[in-house]
T-cell receptor
Framework: KNEVEQSPQNLTAQEGEFITINCSYS?????LHWLQQHPGGGIVSLFM???GKKKHGRLIATINIQEKHSSLHITASHPRDSAVYIC?????????????FGKGTHLIIQP | NAGVTQTPKFRVLKTGQSMTLLCAQD?????MYWYRQDPGMGLRLIHY???????AKGEVPDGYNVSRLKKQNFLLGLESAAPSQTSVYFC?????????????FGPGTRLTVL
Protein backbone atom coordinates (compact mmCIF):
# COMPACT_ATOMS: atom_id res chain seq x y z
CA LYS A 1 0.00 0.00 0.00
CA ASN A 2 1.21 3.46 -0.82
CA GLU A 3 1.74 5.68 2.21
CA VAL A 4 0.77 9.30 1.58
CA GLU A 5 1.94 12.11 3.86
CA GLN A 6 0.83 15.73 3.65
CA SER A 7 2.14 18.87 5.27
CA PRO A 8 1.17 21.09 6.89
CA GLN A 9 -1.91 19.62 8.58
CA ASN A 10 -3.33 23.08 9.24
CA LEU A 11 -2.54 26.38 7.57
CA THR A 12 -3.95 29.84 8.25
CA ALA A 13 -2.95 32.68 5.94
CA GLN A 14 -4.02 36.17 4.97
CA GLU A 15 -5.86 36.95 1.78
CA GLY A 16 -3.46 37.41 -1.11
CA GLU A 17 -0.70 35.17 0.23
CA PHE A 18 0.97 32.46 -1.84
CA ILE A 19 0.07 29.04 -0.43
CA THR A 20 2.05 25.79 -0.72
CA ILE A 21 0.86 22.36 0.39
CA ASN A 22 3.22 19.41 0.16
CA CYS A 23 2.62 15.71 -0.46
CA SER A 24 5.01 12.78 -0.41
CA TYR A 25 4.32 9.14 -1.16
CA SER A 26 6.23 5.94 -0.57
CA UNK A 27 5.78 3.87 -3.74
CA UNK A 28 6.31 4.92 -7.33
CA UNK A 29 3.09 5.78 -9.14
CA UNK A 30 1.90 6.74 -12.59
CA UNK A 31 -0.36 9.60 -11.46
CA LEU A 32 -1.15 11.65 -8.35
CA HIS A 33 -4.49 13.21 -7.43
CA TRP A 34 -5.26 16.47 -5.66
CA LEU A 35 -8.77 16.95 -4.31
CA GLN A 36 -10.63 19.69 -2.48
CA GLN A 37 -13.18 19.06 0.25
CA HIS A 38 -15.53 21.98 0.78
CA PRO A 39 -16.67 23.06 4.26
CA GLY A 40 -20.02 21.46 3.45
CA GLY A 41 -18.29 18.11 2.91
CA GLY A 42 -18.37 17.71 -0.86
CA ILE A 43 -15.21 16.41 -2.58
CA VAL A 44 -14.06 17.51 -6.02
CA SER A 45 -11.06 16.51 -8.04
CA LEU A 46 -8.68 19.40 -8.76
CA PHE A 47 -5.84 17.71 -10.62
CA MET A 48 -4.54 14.39 -11.74
CA UNK A 49 -0.94 14.64 -12.87
CA UNK A 50 1.79 12.24 -13.83
CA UNK A 51 4.67 14.62 -14.57
CA GLY A 52 5.70 18.26 -14.55
CA LYS A 53 3.11 20.89 -13.79
CA LYS A 54 -0.59 21.63 -14.30
CA LYS A 55 -2.42 24.92 -13.82
CA HIS A 56 -6.12 25.72 -13.37
CA GLY A 57 -6.76 29.38 -12.69
CA ARG A 58 -4.91 30.29 -9.48
CA LEU A 59 -4.11 26.67 -8.64
CA ILE A 60 -0.84 25.05 -9.70
CA ALA A 61 0.20 21.45 -9.06
CA THR A 62 3.69 20.09 -9.57
CA ILE A 63 5.11 16.61 -9.26
CA ASN A 64 8.60 15.14 -9.07
CA ILE A 65 8.25 11.44 -9.82
CA GLN A 66 11.88 10.63 -8.92
CA GLU A 67 11.60 12.27 -5.50
CA LYS A 68 8.03 10.96 -4.93
CA HIS A 69 6.85 14.45 -4.07
CA SER A 70 4.11 16.80 -5.21
CA SER A 71 3.09 20.32 -4.28
CA LEU A 72 -0.13 22.28 -4.63
CA HIS A 73 0.20 26.05 -4.87
CA ILE A 74 -2.48 28.71 -4.64
CA THR A 75 -1.60 32.18 -5.92
CA ALA A 76 -3.37 35.32 -4.70
CA SER A 77 -5.32 33.31 -2.10
CA HIS A 78 -8.90 34.29 -1.31
CA PRO A 79 -11.24 33.38 1.57
CA ARG A 80 -13.24 31.19 -0.83
CA ASP A 81 -10.13 28.96 -1.11
CA SER A 82 -10.71 27.91 2.52
CA ALA A 83 -11.18 24.14 2.40
CA VAL A 84 -9.42 20.85 3.08
CA TYR A 85 -6.95 19.89 0.34
CA ILE A 86 -6.25 16.20 -0.03
CA CYS A 87 -3.48 14.39 -1.86
CA UNK A 88 -4.12 10.82 -3.05
CA UNK A 89 -2.13 8.12 -4.81
CA UNK A 90 -3.29 4.97 -6.56
CA UNK A 91 -2.86 1.69 -4.76
CA UNK A 92 0.15 -0.16 -6.08
CA UNK A 93 0.90 -3.83 -6.38
CA UNK A 94 -1.32 -6.88 -6.73
CA UNK A 95 -3.50 -5.33 -9.39
CA UNK A 96 -5.60 -3.49 -6.82
CA UNK A 97 -7.32 -0.23 -7.69
CA UNK A 98 -8.60 2.70 -5.69
CA UNK A 99 -6.86 5.59 -4.00
CA UNK A 100 -4.96 5.92 -0.75
CA PHE A 101 -5.32 9.37 0.76
CA GLY A 102 -3.33 11.76 2.87
CA LYS A 103 -5.05 13.12 5.96
CA GLY A 104 -5.58 16.47 4.30
CA THR A 105 -4.48 20.05 4.86
CA HIS A 106 -7.06 22.31 6.47
CA LEU A 107 -6.57 25.74 4.89
CA ILE A 108 -8.14 28.93 6.23
CA ILE A 109 -7.70 32.19 4.33
CA GLN A 110 -8.55 35.22 6.42
CA PRO A 111 -9.76 38.46 4.80
CA ASN B 1 -26.29 15.13 -15.84
CA ALA B 2 -26.64 14.40 -12.13
CA GLY B 3 -23.10 12.98 -11.83
CA VAL B 4 -22.78 10.73 -8.78
CA THR B 5 -25.70 10.57 -6.37
CA GLN B 6 -26.00 8.81 -3.01
CA THR B 7 -29.05 7.70 -1.09
CA PRO B 8 -29.74 8.36 1.75
CA LYS B 9 -27.92 11.53 2.87
CA PHE B 10 -28.30 10.79 6.58
CA ARG B 11 -29.22 7.69 8.58
CA VAL B 12 -29.26 6.64 12.21
CA LEU B 13 -29.17 2.92 12.97
CA LYS B 14 -29.22 0.86 16.12
CA THR B 15 -26.51 -1.74 16.67
CA GLY B 16 -27.37 -4.92 14.80
CA GLN B 17 -29.67 -3.32 12.23
CA SER B 18 -28.97 -3.65 8.54
CA MET B 19 -29.10 -1.13 5.72
CA THR B 20 -28.05 -0.54 2.14
CA LEU B 21 -26.47 2.60 0.75
CA LEU B 22 -27.11 3.27 -2.93
CA CYS B 23 -24.70 4.97 -5.29
CA ALA B 24 -25.73 5.86 -8.82
CA GLN B 25 -23.76 7.48 -11.65
CA ASP B 26 -24.92 8.62 -15.07
CA UNK B 27 -21.51 9.09 -16.71
CA UNK B 28 -21.15 5.52 -18.05
CA UNK B 29 -18.12 4.96 -15.83
CA UNK B 30 -16.67 1.48 -15.51
CA UNK B 31 -15.05 1.91 -12.09
CA MET B 32 -16.90 2.63 -8.87
CA TYR B 33 -15.64 2.91 -5.30
CA TRP B 34 -16.89 3.12 -1.73
CA TYR B 35 -14.80 5.07 0.80
CA ARG B 36 -15.33 5.95 4.43
CA GLN B 37 -14.08 9.11 6.12
CA ASP B 38 -13.46 9.30 9.86
CA PRO B 39 -12.17 12.25 11.93
CA GLY B 40 -8.38 12.45 11.99
CA MET B 41 -7.99 9.85 9.28
CA GLY B 42 -7.80 10.05 5.55
CA LEU B 43 -10.47 8.54 3.36
CA ARG B 44 -10.16 4.77 3.24
CA LEU B 45 -11.26 2.39 0.51
CA ILE B 46 -13.90 -0.17 1.51
CA HIS B 47 -14.70 -1.98 -1.75
CA TYR B 48 -14.50 -1.20 -5.42
CA UNK B 49 -15.77 -2.47 -8.76
CA UNK B 50 -14.06 -2.47 -12.16
CA UNK B 51 -17.23 -3.21 -14.08
CA UNK B 52 -20.75 -4.58 -13.98
CA UNK B 53 -20.91 -7.85 -12.07
CA UNK B 54 -17.47 -7.48 -10.47
CA UNK B 55 -16.41 -6.36 -7.00
CA ALA B 56 -13.16 -6.40 -5.02
CA LYS B 57 -12.06 -5.70 -1.46
CA GLY B 58 -10.29 -2.53 -0.49
CA GLU B 59 -8.40 -1.55 2.65
CA VAL B 60 -11.24 -1.88 5.20
CA PRO B 61 -13.84 -4.35 3.83
CA ASP B 62 -14.84 -6.16 7.04
CA GLY B 63 -18.50 -5.77 7.98
CA TYR B 64 -19.53 -4.57 4.51
CA ASN B 65 -20.80 -6.25 1.36
CA VAL B 66 -21.26 -4.75 -2.09
CA SER B 67 -23.00 -5.52 -5.34
CA ARG B 68 -22.80 -4.11 -8.88
CA LEU B 69 -25.70 -5.70 -10.73
CA LYS B 70 -26.07 -2.72 -13.07
CA LYS B 71 -23.23 -0.62 -14.45
CA GLN B 72 -24.69 2.62 -13.11
CA ASN B 73 -25.33 1.40 -9.54
CA PHE B 74 -23.02 0.31 -6.73
CA LEU B 75 -24.63 -0.81 -3.48
CA LEU B 76 -22.95 -0.95 -0.07
CA GLY B 77 -24.58 -3.15 2.55
CA LEU B 78 -24.16 -3.35 6.29
CA GLU B 79 -25.62 -6.66 7.50
CA SER B 80 -25.28 -6.02 11.24
CA ALA B 81 -24.29 -2.44 11.99
CA ALA B 82 -21.76 -1.69 14.73
CA PRO B 83 -20.86 1.65 16.37
CA SER B 84 -17.42 1.40 14.70
CA GLN B 85 -19.21 1.86 11.38
CA THR B 86 -20.32 5.36 12.33
CA SER B 87 -18.74 7.39 9.56
CA VAL B 88 -19.31 9.47 6.45
CA TYR B 89 -19.47 7.25 3.37
CA PHE B 90 -18.49 8.52 -0.06
CA CYS B 91 -19.07 6.84 -3.37
CA UNK B 92 -16.90 7.71 -6.36
CA UNK B 93 -16.66 6.70 -9.99
CA UNK B 94 -14.16 6.97 -12.82
CA UNK B 95 -14.06 5.95 -16.46
CA UNK B 96 -10.93 3.87 -16.02
CA UNK B 97 -8.81 3.15 -12.96
CA UNK B 98 -7.09 5.43 -10.48
CA UNK B 99 -3.87 5.60 -12.48
CA UNK B 100 -5.65 6.95 -15.56
CA UNK B 101 -8.65 9.11 -14.67
CA UNK B 102 -9.89 11.49 -12.01
CA UNK B 103 -12.63 10.27 -9.71
CA UNK B 104 -16.01 11.93 -9.32
CA PHE B 105 -17.45 11.84 -5.81
CA GLY B 106 -20.99 11.71 -4.52
CA PRO B 107 -22.17 14.09 -1.79
CA GLY B 108 -21.71 11.54 1.00
CA THR B 109 -23.92 9.68 3.47
CA ARG B 110 -23.58 10.45 7.16
CA LEU B 111 -24.27 7.26 9.12
CA THR B 112 -24.56 7.05 12.90
CA VAL B 113 -24.80 3.68 14.63
CA LEU B 114 -26.01 3.84 18.23
Amino acid sequence: KNEVEQSPQNLTAQEGEFITINCSYSVGISALHWLQQHPGGGIVSLFMLSSGKKKHGRLIATINIQEKHSSLHITASHPRDSAVYICAAPYSGGGADGLTFGKGTHLIIQP
Amino acid sequence: NAGVTQTPKFRVLKTGQSMTLLCAQDMNHEYMYWYRQDPGMGLRLIHYSVGEGTTAKGEVPDGYNVSRLKKQNFLLGLESAAPSQTSVYFCASSYLGSSYNEQFFGPGTRLTVL
